[in-house]
C-alpha cells in the first residue's frame, strides 16, 4: 500500500476554493472603500460648488440691495431738494382794490399747498402790501 501524502485532491481544491474566496472578499473590500472615497470626493465637490454659487448669489443680492438703497437716497434727496420758486407776482395797482385781495389769496393758497415757503410767503406778502 501506497501511503498518501498530502491533503489530496479534495483538500487541495478546498483549499483553493477558501484563498479564493478571501482574496475575492479583499477585493471587494478594497472596491468598496475606493468606491466610498470616490463618492465623498463627488459630495465634497458638490459642497464646495453650492457653497461658492451661494457666495455668489449674495454678492448678487447685496449689489442688488446696495442699488436699491443708492435709488431710495436719490429719491430722498430730490423730495427734500426746495422747490422752484413759483413765477413772480405781478406788481399791485396803485390804488389797493380788489386786485390785492385776490392776489394775498393767492399767495395764501400757495402756502397752503406747500408751494411757498413761510419766507417766500412773506417776503411776497411785504411786497405786496408795499
Given amino acids: 500500500m501506497v501511503g498518501r501524502r498530502g491533503p489530496g485532491l479534495v483538500g487541495t481544491m478546498a483549499t483553493a476554493a477558501v484563498i479564493g474566496g478571501s482574496a475575492a472578499a479583499a477585493g471587494h473590500a478594497v472596491d468598496r472603500r475606493m468606491a466610498g472615497k470616490d463618492q465623498a470626493k463627488q459630495q465634497e465637490a458638490q459642497a464646495e460648488q453650492a ?42 395797482p396803485a390804488a389797493g382794490g380788489p386786485d390785492l385781495m385776490a392776489q394775498l389769496q393767492q399767495l395764501a393758497q400757495l402756502k397752503e399747498a406747500g408751494a411757498l415757503t413761510d419766507e417766500e410767503y412773506t417776503t411776497a406778502k411785504a411786497k405786496l402790501l408795499a
Avoid at 51 to 77: F, K
Wanted: negative net charge; charged residues 5%.
Fill in 51 to 92: 457653497a461658492l454659487q451661494s457666495q455668489v448669489d449674495m454678492e448678487e443680492m447685496q449689489a442688488q440691495m446696495a442699488a436699491m438703497q443708492a435709488q431710495q437716497a436719490q429719491m430722498a434727496m430730490q423730495a427734500q431738494q426746495p422747490q422752484p420758486a413759483p413765477a413772480p407776482v405781478a406788481a399791485p
